[in-house]
């Protein structure tokens, strides 16, 4: 009887180092990839957040004297719930600066009736990051 002699079929070693190297490049640009999305995600939840905020603040400015917006300030948190000053989860701080109309439409409206609403919205983890809304407010008191 011969001996029969079959070869064995795998791959060899060269060819797995190969195609991990391939498989390892592909995969650090994806990982870059993933970092971008992810800091994209982040930045449009923050912007959704604050324009809530500001939706809240120029509703409340409708409703609230221009004397007492002077001096508005207000806290939020990360999912845009009002909060107290001291409070651990305060991620928003929004201001509210009344400005004179420069239009020449609303010019003609007494101060006492018509400002511009300007609410700023500061991010304390990024001291950097500051949005700004502005709104006409008319009262018909």
Not at 57 to 76: M, N, P, Q, R
């Amino acid at each position: 009887m011969m001996a029969s002699k079959q070869r064995c079929r795998a791959f060899s070693l060269v060819e797995v180092v190969i195609a991990l190297g391939i498989v390892s490049f592909a995969m650090m640009g994806i990982v870059g990839l993933l970092v971008v999305g992810m800091n994209t995600f982040r930045a449009s939840i923050d912007t959704s957040v604050q324009s809530r905020i500001a939706q809240k603040v120029i509703g409340d400015a409708v409703l609230t004297d221009f004397g007492k917006l002077e001096a508005y300030e207000s806290y939020f948190d990360e999912s845009g719930r009002q909060v107290s000053a001291g409070d651990a989860q305060m991620v928003y701080t929004v201001g509210v600066t009344l400005a004179i109309l420069t239009n020449s439409i609303t010019q003609s409206l007494s101060p006492d009736v018509a400002k511009n609403v300007v609410v700023t919205i500061r991010n304390r983890t990024r001291p950097d990051e500051v949005k700004t809304f502005a709104t006409v407010v008319v009262k018909n008191d």
